[in-house]
């Protein structure tokens, strides 16, 4: 059974800087993807960054790209995003989830397994 364990949420002003961990345990995850998502309240969740754990190339939402990176580190079996340049827009609970083929996927369907979320709430 996938376990996903997101950390690292907080209280953060504007143009300040987060780290967000999610540690990842139960398989193997060489042939895996995994993502962060963010949801707002009053909206749907919207996709934010993908990783290919084997290869580690990624892909970024247009609404970050520049600001936040997603890395994994392979030893500790853990997804970042960091995410620097914050925007008050960028507040939501932002979500870790895998799923156990490569590829570069944007679409939540795609993923069985999710973590429980953590909070980020940008201050202007």
């Known amino acids: 059974q996938v376990q996903l364990v997101e950390s690292g949420g907080g209280l953060v002003q504007a143009g300040g800087s987060l780290r967000l961990s999610c540690a990842a345990s139960?398989?193997?995850?060489?042939?895996?993807?995994l993502a962060w998502f963010r949801q707002a309240p009053g909206k749907e969740r919207e996709f934010v960054a993908t990783i290919n754990w084997s290869s580690g190339s990624a892909y970024y939402a247009d609404s970050v790209k520049g600001r936040f990176t997603i890395s994994r580190d392979n030893a500790k079996n853990t997804v970042y995003l960091q995410m620097n340049s914050l925007k008050p827009e960028d507040t939501a609970v932002y979500y870790c989830?895998?799923?156990?083929?490569?590829?570069?996927?944007?679409?939540?369907?795609?993923?069985?397994?999710w973590g429980q979320g953590t909070h980020v709430t940008v201050s202007s």
């Open positions: 139960g398989r193997t995850f060489g042939r895996f993807g």
């Open positions: 989830a895998a799923r156990p083929t490569i590829g570069l996927l944007a679409t939540a369907s795609e993923y069985p397994y």
